[in-house]
């Protein structure tokens, strides 16, 4: 089945600074999917993006399908956006495959 | 429109016992599926089900059993419960559109197992 790898495991940013999180999978998917998980454990969607790019206010997305590769992009870092994101992968269209996660920590 | 909902948030469970985590959404999803989450790792695909009447296995099965008698409801069911089995339990659910399928998930079930 696919493998979905995502770096860097751990990220500390000062609040105001930018950051690239990138989601690596071993093979063609057909849907990927973003989330952010905050510090209660509650899980949100961010984006639906199985190629393309996509902005949604300070985030953005973009997944190089034929490259195997999604990267998130946070620009402005707020304190609100620490927690876990998390990419998901599938080639079919529900059964998604979980990176383990990029774990943030935005300063004040 | 709740969205999806879990029941019970906490549970503490001894070693052997059954148990059953309640997942309902209102949204007329067709697909629903559970997940758990262990410290420091992805979330990990347990079963789903694409509609009523309809399930399968995900990544790591064993030792749980799920049903799906109608749209709003995926219940899953303990066997007999192992301390392997202490996990942050999700229930997710989706509907298909051509647009994409974004998936919404409850607030977690925390089960530990003593």
């Known amino acids: 089945g696919i493998q979905v790898e995502q770096s860097p495991p751990d990220l500390i940013l000062q609040e105001g600074a930018n950051s690239t999180l990138r989601c690596n999978f071993s093979d063609s998917v057909n849907n990927l999917q973003w989330f952010h998980q905050n510090p209660w454990g509650q899980l949100i969607n961010l984006f639906y993006i199985p190629s393309g790019t996509k902005q949604n206010g300070r985030l953005s997305a973009t997944t190089v399908a034929t490259e195997r590769y999604s990267l998130l992009y946070i620009s402005s870092s707020q304190t609100t956006d620490s927690g876990v994101y998390f990419c998901a992968a599938t080639s079919g269209t529900y059964k998604y495959i979980f990176g383990t996660g990029t774990r943030l920590k935005v300063l004040a | 429109n709740a969205g999806v909902t879990q029941t019970p948030k906490f549970q503490v469970l001894k070693t052997g016992q059954s148990m059953t985590l309640q997942c309902a959404q209102d949204m007329n999803h067709e697909y629903m599926s559970w997940y758990r989450q262990d410290p420091g790792m992805g979330l990990r695909l347990i079963h789903y089900?694409?509609?009523?009447?309809?399930?399968d296995q995900g990544e790591v099965p064993n030792g749980y059993n799920v049903s799906r008698s109608t749209t709003e409801d995926f219940p899953l069911r303990l066997l007999s419960a192992a301390p392997s089995q202490t996990s942050v339990y999700f229930c997710a659910s989706s509907k298909y559109r051509k647009s994409g399928n974004t998936i919404y998930f409850g607030e977690g079930s925390w089960l530990t197992v003593v």
């Open positions: 089900s694409v509609g009523a009447g309809i399930t």
